[in-house]
């Protein structure tokens, strides 16, 4: 599979714990052990305290660009959280951008505090399916959830991600890669989490 | 095994730019590193101190910035390599030997990296360390991209012991924390013997004559770096304008150049040695055009450095226009971007531009509005600080006297908003909380009827604030000291210090004893579980009314994260719907609308608490709050 566009800039974005440097770090790997030239800008420490957080990927057969990705040019969104999901839309999505949406929501300290207000899900959902040229949404919290620890979402996600076939990326990449840089005695673990996240998509 | 250490030239790994820096570093032999961590720096030596022992380093947390620099430096006063890394304030930190250093001259290479953090992300201030270069005469690189964060580092070693002279290289966010392809090279096996020359002692007397040597070295740099392939133009032979940059701003410029389609009109300069200036390839450079637009973090150096040398030679060059910071074509404050470096361009070229449809925009814009306002900063769910700072809270308001809480560096600096409950009132460097409140303590003789209470992380503790505790001991100071000691550097990734029992390679170090320690500065000492709300609460009112002196009170309960890794829970949390009457309790939604706990949301269709399993992390302390006695703490 080629890159649609070079550069093709992905954003994984989300809450502050939810594993997103992580997933930017395995999925750059998977790319890079494709042939690509990869560039990854992301938020580390306090900034991430329960706040916003975003990896930016760019990915090139040329070579590296600037690890932010311009305003309006995000070709594919990983939200790992819907209304994080809409604010990145607010500053990089543009008519041609697809969504990878997980739909559970996090509630920021405003929100449980009454402070500001969450709008209804399916209102987010449908907002993030008209700004976008395509979505695939499912609830990835509830699937790791089940596999008893809500950390495997980012994994759920890399294997829903690998299911829509916009990067060339699949099951046999990610084996590589996880051997090469997680520790061993998850290595089953999120090998069903990422088979978890392809049945997902199969299944929307 | 990490790529970071494989010996096999050529091949292409994906490296965060501070790993490239720890790669250069194993590529140009380095022997001895030391940091203390400090993010965007962090990894630099976090992952050396991984690979110390395959590698045969010695790799150390020491105390604080000052203290690394020492330790490298010592490698090379005995002629091996040292690495020493850190982030702008650690600088600052060091700053005192470093210029003391830089007179005497060093052996074996040294190479002091500096990672600065444009617009304070992670930090308390926004600096730009370069001044540093400047005001030490020392020879300064800036990598522009990944790579060049490897070559520049294995470089700088060379050219440290070339020249005898400590060589800054100075990195920011956007290249330590991020990550891109890299070329290796060969990992030398090298078996240098120490030893420190006797009849070449290393004093920085006579100042003077030293001053002149190091003028003439730093001469000889300026040669070097007039051929150096880090310096490099890109472009038309004239440009219409041409960028000067250097680090982060160059991947930008290249990016705009290519996005804007102005190949034919803009040409990029790029410097990576940025002082001493490559006088005569700058010069060379300027006469190619009339218009320069400067771009780089996070302050005019470059800039200035250029227009300097420009009006030296102004007779010969002719009238020239420089656009940057100076004049405010570009933010003076602030880390750069694409639309920043985009938007300076176009104003000056007067180039059409259009990132997205206007109607995408507004329908989006229109939609986040219903959002609200960006996710604020919290604690983390499970996080003792957050129990710390509601039992200061609760302390204060019983005490009545207005007391208030002087800030520190860390995790806990998050005090100052809402999830600390606005308690922290001062914040600045690394120690200053105790400083500041040793000072404080002096003012009851003036009038001043306030209790002063100060917060101080266990790493910080170590890194400054135990000379302001023997001051205020010693100068007879007044106050309380809250030692939050949640057993790690939390905020940078967990590393450990003296008061850990472990070493940065993992192995096992002698325990520094903080409660021992602080006894020692003359203090009275009390220890606590913060997750023990109400006696926390009650303990730091007794010591604010019923003692003087120098009060500490240790704060002791590990960083939930550190926890949460080890997957232990000892608790199972439940909010009892029977129980928690919601809005008609009377508590005015303490749990949620007070404690604010990100782990205990409020169901819109209940209208009552829920613990929300995908984050709480168990740890109980919410029970412990709720008046109505509605959220359960099972023990599992």
Sequence with gaps: MLLSKDPFNVIIGGVGGQGNVLASKILGEMLLARGYVITIGETYGASQRGGSVMSHLRVSAKGPFSPLIPEGKADLLIALEPAEGLRILDVYGYGGVMVLLNTRPIHSIDVISGDASYPELSWVIARIRELSRKMWAFNATEIALEMGNPLFSNIIMLGALSAIEVLPIDREIFEQVIKEILPSKMFEENMKAFDRGREAIREL | ?636
């Design chain 2, 1 to 636: 095994m990490s790529s970071v250490a494989q010996n096999a030239p050529g091949k292409v790994v994906l490296l965060m730019g501070n790993e490239a820096i720890a790669r250069g570093a194993l590529e140009a032999g380095v022997k001895v590193c030391a940091a203390y961590p400090g993010n965007p720096s962090s990894e630099i030596i976090g992952t050396l101190a991984a690979l110390a022992e395959e590698m045969g380093l010695h790799v150390e947390w020491s105390v604080n910035e000052k203290v690394a620099l020492e330790v490298a430096a010592a490698a090379s006063l005995a002629g091996l390599r040292g690495l020493c890394a850190m982030k702008q304030n650690g600088l600052n930190v060091a700053s005192d030997f470093l210029l003391n250093l830089n007179l005497t001259g060093c052996g074996g290479g040294l190479v002091i990296v500096v990672a600065d953090d444009p617009a304070g992300v992670s930090s308390s201030n926004e600096e730009d360390s370069r001044i540093f270069a400047k005001l030490g005469d020392l020879p300064l690189l800036e990598p522009g991209h990944f790579q060049e964060a490897k070559e520049m580092t294995r470089m700088a070693f060379d050219l440290s012991e070339q020249l005898e002279l400590p060589v800054l290289v100075r990195s920011v966010t956007r290249v330590s924390h991020a990550r891109g392809n890299v070329s290796l090279d060969e990992l030398p096996r090298t078996h240098p013997k120490p030893k420190f020359e006797t009849s070449r002692p290393r004093l920085a007397l006579p100042a003077m004559a030293n001053h002149r040597i190091l003028h003439q070295k730093l001469r000889r740099a300026k040669e070097m770096f007039e051929e150096s392939s880090f310096n490099s133009y890109q472009g038309p032979d004239q440009p219409e304008l041409m960028i000067i940059t250097s680090g982060s701003g160059y991947l930008y410029s290249l990016e705009a150049v290519d996005h804007l389609h102005l190949q034919e009109r803009v040409g990029v300069l790029k410097i990576g040695t940025t002082w001493p200036l490559p006088e005569e390839f700058v010069l060379r450079s300027l006469k190619r055009s009339e218009c320069f637009l400067f771009i780089e973090e996070v302050d005019p150096f470059l800039e200035n450095n250029v227009k300097e040398l420009f009006a030296q030679n102004c007779f010969d060059l002719g009238a020239k226009r420089f656009f940057g910071k100076a004049i405010g074509t570009l933010p003076d404050v602030g880390e750069l971007n694409p639309e920043i470096v985009f938007s300076a361009i176009r104003a000056l070229l007067s180039v059409e531009y259009q990132s997205r449809s206007e109607e995408y925009g507004e329908r989006v814009h229109k939609a986040v509005k219903e959002l609200g306002p960006a996710r604020p900063l919290s604690f983390c769910p499970g996080c003792p600080h957050r129990a710390t700072y509601w039992a200061i809270k609760t302390a204060l308001a019983m005490d009545g006297r207005e007391g208030f809480v002087l800030g520190d560096i860390g995790c806990y600096s998050l005090g100052m908003g809402p999830s600390g409950f606005g308690q922290m009132k001062t914040l600045h460097a690394m120690g200053s909380g105790t400083g500041l409140a040793s000072g404080f303590g002096q003012l009851e003789r003036f009038g001043l009827q306030q209790p002063v209470v100060a917060v101080c992380g266990d790493s910080t503790f170590y890194h400054a604030a135990m000379p302001a505790l023997a001051n205020a001991y010693y100068n007879g100071s007044n106050f309380l000291l809250l030692l939050l000691d949640n057993r790690a550097t939390a905020m940078t990734g967990f590393q450990p210090h003296p008061g850990t029992g472990t070493k940065a390679t993992g192995e096992e170090a002698p325990i520094i004893d903080m409660k021992a320690a602080c006894e020692v500065f003359g203090a009275h000492v009390e220890v606590v579980d913060p997750f023990e709300v109400k006696r926390t609460a009650e303990t730091i009112l007794k010591l604010l009314e019923e003692k003087r002196g120098v009060r500490v009170l240790i704060l002791r309960r590990e960083c939930a994260l550190l926890t949460g890794r080890r997957q232990e829970r000892t608790f199972r949390i439940e909010v009892d719907p029977e129980r928690c009457l919601g809005e008609s309790c009377g508590c005015n939604r303490l749990c949620t609308r007070v404690f604010k706990c990100p782990g205990l949301v409020w169901d819109q269709v209940a209208l009552k608490a829920r613990v929300d399993e995908a984050i709480c992390t168990a740890c109980g302390v919410c029970a412990d709050i709720c008046p109505a006695s509605a959220i359960r703490k099972e023990a599992v």
